[in-house]
T-cell receptor
Framework: EAQVTQNPRYLITVTGKKLTVTCSQNMNHEYMSWYRQDPGLGLRQIYYSMNVEVTDKGDVPEGYKVSRKEKRNFPLILESPSPNQTSLYFC?????????????FGQGTRLTVV | AQTVTQSQPEMSVQEAETVTLSCTYDTSENNYYLFWYKQPPSRQMILVIRQEAYKQQNATENRFSVNFQKAAKSFSLKISDSQLGDTAMYFCAFSQLEYGNKLVFGAGTILRVKS
């Protein structure tokens, strides 16, 4: 079954404690990205990757890091989380180079930073 | 910059009736793609329908259809014979090659189907 697997689904952490949200896809997609969803703002892109070892900033990259060492995995790293990063996060993958393709999303991670 | 605007934060409809969700977008390019995604309470993002800007014919998928007005930069979603399972947040989104295939989303419209 084609899927994007994101973990954990829920996470409560304290300010400044480093955390990683994992994302893995089994569709051999080149393009992967991270979004955050906030009320009234929709989904905004944090970072994206066109292929292995190729990453770039999206619209709201401050406070986040990513890496793409393998095609299937694209973890999101918060090195020093702050309360304004409390949000719902989604990982997504798409077939590369084609803007008309369907994006497949993970189940979402609800992050609370206290 | 690309922007997508959904002007209806919330809507409700009676079961079996028809409802239309509005979406407008802004771009100076001619070649782009438009999508509607559904997010039910489970949080899963599900593609409902997509439209290619160079195609004049409006896309349809079963009970879902769009009204694509390119000159007006409008892309509304019509849901016919609404069902309780259609209750969800609906996002309009836009993508084009010149911007790295990024999906740009609107703020979303919460649709509630009432029995």
């Amino acid at each position: 079954e084609a899927q994007v697997t994101q973990n954990p689904r829920y996470l409560i952490t304290v300010t400044g404690k480093k955390l990683t949200v994992t994302c893995s896809q089994n569709m051999n997609h080149e393009y992967m990205s991270w979004y955050r969803q906030d009320p009234g703002l929709g989904l905004r892109q944090i970072y994206y990757s066109m292929n292995v070892e190729v990453t770039d900033k999206g619209d709201v990259p401050e406070g986040y890091k990513v890496s793409r060492k393998e095609k299937r995995n694209f973890p999101l790293i918060l090195e020093s989380p702050s309360p304004n990063q409390t949000s719902l996060y989604f990982c997504a993958s798409r077939q590369g180079g084609l803007p008309n393709t369907e994006a497949f999303f993970g189940q979402g991670t609800r992050l609370t930073v206290v | 910059a690309q922007t997508v605007t959904q002007s209806q934060p919330e809507m409700s409809v009676q079961e079996a009736e028809t409802v239309t969700l509005s979406c407008t977008y802004d771009t100076s390019e001619n070649n782009y793609y438009l999508f509607w995604y559904k997010q039910p309470p489970s949080r899963q993002m599900i593609l409902v329908i997509r439209q290619e800007a160079y195609k004049q014919q409006n896309a349809t998928e079963n009970r879902f259809s769009v009204n694509f007005q390119k000159a007006a930069k409008s892309f509304s979603l019509k849901i016919s014979d609404s069902q309780l399972g259609d209750t969800a947040m609906y996002f309009c989104a836009f993508s084009q090659l010149e911007y790295g295939n990024k999906l740009v989303f609107g703020a979303g419209t919460i649709l509630r189907v009432k029995s």
